[in-house]
């Protein structure tokens, strides 16, 4: 019986390899399938989307397509018909303008984070399939396309499905700090703090570390920049009390909850403050002619229970030619401070255009749980090809 087996299955495998009659393909359905003959270029440096291009050469894997069409996505919006194609190999591309323009949108419009998703239909003989994955719902009705996700994987150079997405080049420093300049105390040393313990007020350092202001030395590249922090008194943060008046508030160097800070060895923490630390930063000059120019810092929240009130809001006073304004970076409370606490986390707000100064402000707070934050890492940037 093995000896008569291993003979049926040589037989399929040897007149599954002629192309008069191959078994294999006979008894599989094959839909449409259309693939790069390579792995084209998907993501694309933001500071140049106006020379930017996407080039790829499609081709039909399964050798049975009559009929290819793409079409692109942007958030809410989606194009008309962008390519129809019934003959392979072809070569499509387009500028990253060109599409943009289907959206009616500019490079303006493109935020680092954003995606062009572009999503493609093929007809057979005998059917029509969608790009899209499947997507059952309750009922068992398929709600999305026709293509597995397995010939979406890295190597299948999928051209049914697929993303553009954004990167910004690596920035150059124009001024920061990592608090390595503060002078530190003892693990344990605490912030013996100034006003009521529940009083809005601006905080002073005492005589002893830890050091909640800071002067900066000079106003070079390598001078760390000076900071100022204040306490806010913010109503119904905590149960139990309102405020403080002695806490492991200001600069240290501790490696309690992480191993290593991303810069140096000392880094701004805050605990159990009951109440909001307003941090503010010296304002930084962006060099004249840079267009091109952004800020970023990195917080760790300490793994605890964070409740509704507790967390950071972070935002930069600007100025440009014309105007002065406040550029957002990140508002993160309750549920999602507990989803990123126990890892450094870096707020980074891109590549911005036309700013020419920087107020870094960032607002720490906590209620009577020990909740604990570390800062570090704090950098005005510019782009590297504009200096």
Known sequence: MKKNLKIIIGLVLALGCTNEYNTLQDIT?????????????????????????????????????TNYTLKAAFGDLETETLVDISSFPATISFTIPEILAK????????????????????????????GRSPNYD?????????TTD????????????????????????IRGTSFEEVPIGLEDAVYIRNGGNDETIDLVNGENPPFVDYVAKGTGKED??????????????????LGFSEERI??????????????????????????????????VHVPAGQE??????????????????DGLHAYANITTDEEEGVLELASIFSNETENTAGQWLKIDSGYQKG??????????????????????NIIIYEAQEEQ
């Open 224 to 241: 760390e920049l000076g900071f100022d922090s204040e306490y806010i008194s913010i109503t119904n943060i905590s149960d139990n009390s």
């Open 355 to 376: 700013i020419r100064s920087y107020q870094l402000v960032i607002q720490i707070q906590s209620g009577a749980t020990p909740e604990s934050f570390d800062l570090d």
């Open 138 to 146: 309750v009922n068992n009705i398929n709600q999305g396309g026709n």
């Open 29 to 65: 359905f094959q839909g449409g399938y259309v693939a790069f003959t390579e792995e084209p270029d998907l993501s694309f440096n933001i500071l140049k989307l106006d020379t930017e291009s996407f080039t790829g050469t499609l081709y039909d894997s399964n050798e049975n397509a």
């Open 292 to 309: 091109n120019s952004g800020v970023s810092f990195e917080i760790f929240f300490g793994i605890t229970g964070w409740e509704e009130l």
């Open 250 to 283: 200001g600069v240290f160097s501790l490696l309690e909850d992480y191993e290593a800070y991303p810069d140096g060895v000392q880094g701004f923490h805050s605990e159990d403050a009951d109440g909001a630390i307003r941090i503010t930063f010296d304002t």
């Open 103 to 130: 959206f009616g949108l500019t490079i303006d419009d493109v935020d680092l984070n954003d995606k062009i998703t572009f999503t493609a239909v093929v007809t057979t003989p005998t059917g029509v399939f969608d």
């Open 150 to 173: 397995r010939l979406k994987f890295p190597g299948h150079y999928n051209a049914m499905d697929f993303s553009f997405t954004f990167f910004q080049p690596e920035g150059v420093k």
